[in-house]
């Protein structure tokens, strides 16, 4: 099966989702990665005293490097103004969108949900204008799409990925459907693919992302409703 991440900047897809796309490409599957900005505008730079044009290439190479590290089966990289979706025609961004779903024709569209895990508006931008693009394409007769998933954490009443003081209210239990148990291989490979961003170490050691996810990846599931949670994202796809 051909599942598609999209996510808003470098390093969303490992943030997480590298684990279970590690396993998912064990399994046989096709996994390909649209990112749409190089994430250049990052406060990083000013550690770097590099301009967003040279930090959006710094961090394009870093992604790369990620590429080959998790054995993606393709990866896109647009450029498109980092920090600033929110500005952007929503319809240029469905165009863009629609346009690498059309050219790849995946099964499984995945990006982040509603809350967009850290509140950042790139995170909610993507996951509207996904959403949008997936239903418009279905409600057009591309029923070669056949399901749209969000990588979530489950809301535990704790501030996650934020300083403390500052909570980000996360996925209600409710709402998650699949459940994925990690192997140990899966966790590794997620460490590697981080450590493939030299220039955000300190902000990856800081949010403590390898404790959030431990050996546990969830997600919801538009329009569907499991419960038992389901154990894989291709489990049970309506045809």
């Not at 046989?28 to 749409?36: A, Q, S």
């Not at 950042?120 to 749209?148: N, P, S």
């Not at 220039?199 to 599931?221: K, M, P, R, W």
């Amino acid at each position: 099966m051909r599942i598609l991440y999209i996510f808003p900047h470098p390093d969303d897809e490992s943030f997480g989702p590298a684990a279970v796309i590690h396993q998912q490409l064990a399994e046989g599957h096709e996994v390909y990665l649209f990112t749409l900005t190089r994430g250049g505008a990052t406060k990083q730079r000013h550690k770097l005293g590099v301009s967003i044009e040279e930090m959006g290439k710094i961090r394009l190479a870093e992604m790369h490097h990620m590429e080959v590290v998790l054995g993606l089966s393709g990866m896109t990289v647009w450029d498109l103004p980092d920090g600033k979706l929110q500005d952007i025609d929503p319809r240029e961004l469905e165009f863009f969108i629609q346009a690498e779903i059309e050219r790849l024709r995946p099964e499984v569209v995945v990006t982040y949900p509603v809350h967009g895990i850290s509140g950042f508006h790139d995170h909610l931008v993507t996951h509207a204008i996904v959403k949008r693009v997936y239903l418009q394409m279905r409600d057009q007769g591309e029923h070669w799409l056949r399901r749209l998933a969000f990588f979530t954490i489950p809301d535990n009443g704790q501030s996650v990925f934020q300083p403390t003081g500052l909570r980000i209210k996360q996925s209600d239990e409710d709402r998650i459907d699949v459940e994925i148990s990690l192997k140990q291989a899966n966790i590794d490979k997620l460490q590697k693919c981080l450590s493939c961003y030299t220039t955000y170490q300190d902000t990856i050691a800081h949010s403590g992302v390898i404790d959030q996810i431990g050996n546990t990846v969830y997600f919801e599931l538009y329009s569907e409703n499991f419960n038992p949670r389901l154990s894989t994202l291709t489990e049970r796809i309506k045809e």
